[in-house]
Nanobody, 117 residues
Framework: QVQLVESGGGLVQPGGSLRLSCLAS????????MGWYRQASGQQRELVAT???????NYADSVQGRFTISRDNAENTVYLQMNSLKPEDTAVYYC???????????WGQGTQVTVSS
């Protein structure tokens, strides 16, 4: 039974930084792809960043150059380092993982990120 638990969200001023963490209740090696999505109030959930088991990463154009996704297999954790935050980044951020076996997908509960003065 896989669970993904996010942490690290909060209130930050524009230009500030936050690091989100996603802790898996098992080895993240069981996931071929992990990533982060976000959903602003009243909006569709959108892809932010993904990382594969081989280390290949992909970013939405809106966060390219500002956000960095990484994975630490020893800690069973995926991170999202968010720098130069903008008010437009305000959203609930969700951790996502898709397992090799049966291509099963999992979602975390979400963590709120608010960028405001």
């Amino acid at each position: 039974q896989v669970q993904l638990v996010e942490s690290g969200g909060g209130l930050v001023q524009p230009g500030g930084s936050l690091r989100l963490s996603c802790l898996a209740s098992g080895s993240i090696s069981s996931f071929h792809t992990m990533g982060w999505y976000r959903q602003a109030s009243g909006q569709q959930r959108e892809l932010v960043a993904t990382i594969t088991s081989s280390g290949s990463s992909n970013y939405a154009d809106s966060v390219q150059g500002r956000f960095t996704i990484s994975r630490d297999n020893a800690e069973n954790t995926v991170y999202l380092q968010m720098n130069s935050l903008k008010p437009e980044d305000t959203a609930v951020y969700y951790c996502y993982g898709r397992q090799w076996i049966y291509n099963t997908g999992y979602w975390g509960q979400g963590t709120q990120v608010t960028v405001s003065s």
